[in-house]
């Protein structure tokens, strides 16, 4: 019994600092923030929306989750970035949402992140369904909605709320319909 | 006269209201008002009808869990939980459930001191809030606060006070193995009024199912900032995670329970979590083994017997919304419960969960415990969950 004991914790030991040896020989790289959202933030409850927090509270949210969910600190500070970018700002101040400017459907997929949880052609993450076809399976008017207000039909969904005015919204839906 | 103490209480009160919100309030807004926060309260609470056909009795029950979250700086980082619920008595039971603080040493390896959850398996640390856990109850081999179970647990939720090394080897951003280490007060054996503490072994002709807790040794999780024994717990847990759908993971935890430190409990458990779109299986087996003292006649010398138990839950969460959007936040979910010798049992759960939103959930469960030699169990019971 006594010599399992010891044998145990010789292991973990030893597995522990091989380990150690093996990742600083690889200098991984951090997914983006929707990325790391979309591969570690389902795991243990339904993922939360950023809209339900402030930026300044997040900022006090995210380190007890670093811990419960085993995040490197990059990634921490990268899902932090991620929820500023979202809340575009000061997330109150229209005005601020208004004057961005009206970028093309792939650039704006990129600035919020879609691909890290939902894949389009052939890449991305899984917590949301594929978005190839969704305007042809689901209609326009649909995303439209569905980008406006993530929990319109789904009062659990994990989709954050982004700050996209109207425009933005239009050029979205127009470049997934494009497909 | 009267008019007078009025005013004065009325005084006392609203200066104390305001002196609590001036605090609160610069609680909440840092003097730099940066986009650094400092305090946070969280938490969840819940609702619950129940109704027990072993208890004979229905009844609703209450509770609020606040969590208290400071962020102290980059490094530092303090947490705790409180949980405060009504017992049968009418009283109200305040239990700390953690109260620790992280320090982020490097950028994966995280240091953490106070009372804390004992990283062993997934429930204790990561499922047991109610809005998290998708049925009303624990999964029978773990034993819950609160309300008793028909189900003889192997452990409880287990938080102690402590120390705990927690090490994330990111080897890519979805494949990673998390490292967990900690050594604690750990347990002790159960206080008896006689001041005996060693349980004689009668395990071998037990008949009445009332008994075996007798037979079995009797120790105590529950953290004390003391300790009776200079021996400490020690644990771990590691896990590989195969991000986002898989995560493996092998625990364990020794600790000597009484004071000559010759008895010891060791647990040992394997836990899997998988996370679909659709569906989330979690599953868990425990292993015990538990030092009692034997006391032969008089001849012979007292003898140790280890006594081993296992169980093991798995269960499944069908997220049906997501299969026909017209069910919306419909759940549905079945468990099923298992725990081996010195008290036999076996619990099904089926359960209908609706979510209002990510974190409020209605749950509709049924459980039937069937114990081996015993009186099993049913229970039905609503309950109405929410994270804040």
Excluded at chain 1, 105 to 118: D, N, R, V, Y
Excluded at chain 2, 136 to 159: D, E, F, R, V
Excluded at chain 2, 217 to 226: D, H, N, Q, R
Excluded at chain 2, 317 to 322: E, F, I, M, P, Y
Aim: with cysteine; hydrophobic share 40%.
């Amino acid at each position: 019994m006594k010599k399992l004991h010891l044998l145990s914790v010789l292991l973990l030991t030893l597995g522990g600092g091989l380990i150690t040896l093996f990742t600083q020989a690889i200098a991984a790289e951090v997914g983006s923030g929707a990325e790391i959202i979309n591969n570690n933030c389902a795991r243990c409850h339904n993922s939360r929306p950023v809209q339900e927090f402030s930026t300044q509270e997040w900022s006090v949210i995210l380190p007890h989750m670093r811990e419960k969910a085993h995040l490197t600190g990059q990634e921490t500070e990268t899902v932090m970035d991620f929820f500023k970018t979202l809340s575009g700002g000061p997330v109150k101040n229209v005005a601020d949402v208004a004057t961005m400017p009206v970028m093309d459907g792939g650039a704006l997929m990129k600035k919020f992140g879609c691909q890290g949880c939902h894949s389009f052609n052939g890449k991305g993450g899984a917590l949301g369904p594929a978005l190839d076809n969704v305007v042809a399976q689901r209609g326009g008017e649909f995303v439209m909605k569905k980008l406006t207000d993530p929990q319109f039909n789904n009062p659990s969904s994990a989709m954050p709320k982004m700050p996209l005015t109207s425009a933005q919204i239009n050029v979205l839906v127009g470049f997934l319909g494009k497909k | 006269m009267h008019t007078n103490i009025v005013k004065n209480h009325s005084i006392k009160l609203i200066s104390c209201m305001s002196a609590y919100l001036i605090s609160a309030a610069s609680l909440a807004q840092p003097y730099d008002a940066g986009e650094q926060g400092r305090f946070v309260i969280a938490g969840y609470g819940d609702v619950k009808y129940e109704e027990s056909d072993l208890l004979d009795s229905s009844a609703f029950s209450a509770r609020f869990v606040p969590i208290f979250l400071f962020s102290l700086n980059d490094k530092m980082h303090v947490e705790a939980e409180t949980e405060i619920s009504l017992n049968e008595a009418g009283e109200t039971e305040v239990e700390l459930e953690y109260a620790d603080i992280h320090y982020f040493l490097t950028d994966t390896t995280t240091v953490t001191v106070g009372k804390f959850l004992l990283p062993f398996g997934q429930f204790s640390a990561n499922f047991h809030p109610s809005w998290i856990n998708r049925t009303p109850w624990t999964p029978g081999i773990y034993g819950s606060h609160g309300s008793a179970q028909a189900m003889t647990p192997l452990l409880p939720i287990l938080s102690d006070v402590g120390i705990a090394v927690q090490q994330t080897f990111f080897f890519t951003s979805q494949q990673k193995i998390f490292l967990d280490l900690y050594v604690t007060n750990g347990a002790r054996a159960e206080a008896h009024n006689d001041g005996d503490e060693i349980i004689e072994d009668h395990a071998e002709d037990e008949e009445v199912v009332d008994e075996h807790t007798e037979a079995f040794p009797e120790v105590e999780f529950a953290a004390t900032s003391g300790d009776n024994n200079k021996n400490k717990a020690f644990g771990g847990r590691i896990a590989y995670a195969f991000l986002p759908a898989i995560e493996i993971g092998a625990s364990y935890y020794t600790a000597k329970y009484d004071e000559e430190e010759r008895l010891s409990i060791t647990a040992q458990g394997m836990d899997i979590n998988v996370i679909g779109s659709r569906y989330l299986i979690r599953g868990e087996y425990i292993l015990t083994e538990t030092d009692g003292l034997e006391e032969a006649d008089e001849h012979a010398e007292e003898t140790i017997n280890a006594f081993k138990r296992n169980g093991w839950y798995l269960q499944g969460v069908l997220q049906a919304g997501q299969i026909w959007p017209q069910l919306g936040g419909t759940e549905l979910v079945v468990e099923y419960a298992k725990t081996n010798k010195f008290a036999k049992a076996k619990r099904w759960v089926a359960g209908l969960n609706y979510w209002l939103d990510p974190r409020s959930v209605i749950k509709f469960s049924y459980e039937e415990t069937d114990i081996e030699e015993g009186d099993g169990d049913q229970r039905l019971a609503v309950q109405y969950s929410y994270g804040f």
